[in-house]
């Protein structure tokens, strides 16, 4: 018992006297002089060479790009995002080159289809949008802006027609349950299609006494799910229950 004790003791004490040395000899000088930390770091950091220039920074020389940019849908992105911070190139211009991302990988960082991100950003499927050809070359980096208004609903739903078209609804068009203006594909935000609202809607094809075509499955709607609109249990782009 006593052995061990002294035992202990021993490592205690070597702890200790470690503890003592690295407080000496590892704690920088200035550490706690302004709070729990170094000092010096203060001036170690405000010594570091400035990267970038900001968005300012280019308008004296690329106005005209400036200009375009700030006007368009990438108002929001800002120039050094995608050439990299430029100091020095403000500084020696034509010695110092930026990087512009020309390659097709570049810009579906941000635009390459992902269920997390929200419903309205623009989003593509990398693999089947146009491939083989960069991205720049129908888009302009300065001003996206797709070249012309998108025909189709899948252009900008991607996820929602891959699902239908797999689903027991895959004949049925988008439209025949959105009423959808030209204007939503211009301007989606701010022109809204419809969307189904009430229980009634989804009887029309599959009421037991609905008119549609006999090979769609019924149900009584006054018994089935009663309490709920349909789309509290069936997904609409993708109904069936399994
Ligand atoms: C003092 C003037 C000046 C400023 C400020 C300036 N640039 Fe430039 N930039 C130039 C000139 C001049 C060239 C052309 C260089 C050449 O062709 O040798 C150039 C070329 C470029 C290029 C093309 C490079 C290439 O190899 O084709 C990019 C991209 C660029 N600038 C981005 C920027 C960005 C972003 C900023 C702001 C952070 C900026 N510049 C600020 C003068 C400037
Ligand atoms: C979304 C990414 C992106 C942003 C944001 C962006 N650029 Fe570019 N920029 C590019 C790409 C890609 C190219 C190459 C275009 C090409 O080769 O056709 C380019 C080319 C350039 C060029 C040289 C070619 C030319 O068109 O004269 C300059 C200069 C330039 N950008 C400046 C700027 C400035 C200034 C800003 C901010 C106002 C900016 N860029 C914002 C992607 C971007
Ligand atoms: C840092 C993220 C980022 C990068 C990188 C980026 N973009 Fe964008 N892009 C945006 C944002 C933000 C918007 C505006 C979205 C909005 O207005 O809701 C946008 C809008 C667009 C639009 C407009 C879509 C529409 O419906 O009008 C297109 C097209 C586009 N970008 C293409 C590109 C291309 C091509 C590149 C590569 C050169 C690129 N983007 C790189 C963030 C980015
Ligand atoms: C051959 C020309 C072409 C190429 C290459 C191309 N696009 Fe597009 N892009 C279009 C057209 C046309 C549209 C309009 C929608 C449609 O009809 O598909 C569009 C639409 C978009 C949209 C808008 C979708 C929305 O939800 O508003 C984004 C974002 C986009 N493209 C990004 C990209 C990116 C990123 C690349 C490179 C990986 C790329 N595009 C390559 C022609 C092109
Ligand atoms: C240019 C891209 C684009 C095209 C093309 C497009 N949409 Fe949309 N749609 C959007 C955006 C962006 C939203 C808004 C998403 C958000 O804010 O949550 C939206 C929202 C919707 C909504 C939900 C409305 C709401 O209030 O919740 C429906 C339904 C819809 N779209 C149906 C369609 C149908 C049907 C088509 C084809 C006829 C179509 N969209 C074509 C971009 C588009
Ligand atoms: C059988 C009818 C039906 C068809 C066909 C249909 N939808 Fe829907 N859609 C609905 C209903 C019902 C809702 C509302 C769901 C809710 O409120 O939770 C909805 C919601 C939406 C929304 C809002 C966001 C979401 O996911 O809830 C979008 C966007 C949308 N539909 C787009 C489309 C597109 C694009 C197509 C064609 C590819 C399509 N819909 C086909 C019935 C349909
Ligand atoms: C225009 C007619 C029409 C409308 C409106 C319609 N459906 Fe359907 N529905 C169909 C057809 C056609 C089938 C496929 C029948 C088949 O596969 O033989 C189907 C299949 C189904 C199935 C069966 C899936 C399975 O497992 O067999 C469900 C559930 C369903 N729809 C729910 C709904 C809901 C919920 C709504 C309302 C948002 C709705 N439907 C609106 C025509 C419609
Ligand atoms: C409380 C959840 C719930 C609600 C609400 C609901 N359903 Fe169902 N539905 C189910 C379940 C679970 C099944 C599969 C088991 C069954 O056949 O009862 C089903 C099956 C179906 C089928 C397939 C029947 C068959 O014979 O293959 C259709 C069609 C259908 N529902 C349509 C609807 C319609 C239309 C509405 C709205 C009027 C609706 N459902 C509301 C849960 C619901």
Redesign the pocket.
């Known amino acids: 018992m006593r052995q061990q004790i002294s035992r202990l003791s021993i490592v205690f004490g070597v702890l200790l006297l470690a503890l003592v040395l690295a407080r000496h000899f590892l704690i920088p000088k200035s550490f706690g002089k302004i709070g729990h930390y170094r000092a010096a770091a203060v001036d170690a950091i405000a010594a570091r060479k400035i990267k970038y220039a900001g968005h300012q920074a280019c308008a004296s020389c690329h106005e005209e790009i400036v200009k375009l940019h700030d006007d368009r849908r990438h108002r929001n992105v800002a120039c050094e995002v995608c050439h990299g911070p430029a100091a020095a190139h403000v500084e020696a211009p034509t010695e110092i080159r930026l990087p512009a991302p020309k390659q097709r990988g570049y810009c579906p960082l941000c635009h390459g289809y992902d269920p997390s991100r929200p419903?309205?950003f623009p989003q593509i499927d990398p693999v089947s949008h146009n491939p083989l050809k960069p991205c720049i070359t129908c888009h302009n980096p300065h001003a996206p802006e797709t070249p012309h208004t998108?025909e189709e609903?899948s252009?900008?739903?991607g996820e929602i027609a891959r699902t239908k078209a797999v689903s027991h609804h895959a004949l049925l068009p988008?439209?025949g349950c959105?009423e959808?203006q030209k204007q939503?594909?211009i301007t989606?935000?701010l022109s809204?299609?419809s969307?189904p609202a009430s229980r009634a809607f989804c009887g029309q094809c599959h009421g037991v006494d609905a008119s549609s075509p006999k090979e769609i499955p019924r149900v009584d709607l006054a018994t089935h799910g009663e309490r709920y609109v349909c789309w509290q249990c069936h997904y609409p782009h993708f109904p069936e229950l399994k």
Do not use: D, N, S, V
Request: proline content about 17%; some cysteine.
């Open positions: 419903t309205g998108p609903c252009a900008c739903h988008c439209t959105h959808t939503h594909k989606p935000q809204r299609p969307k």
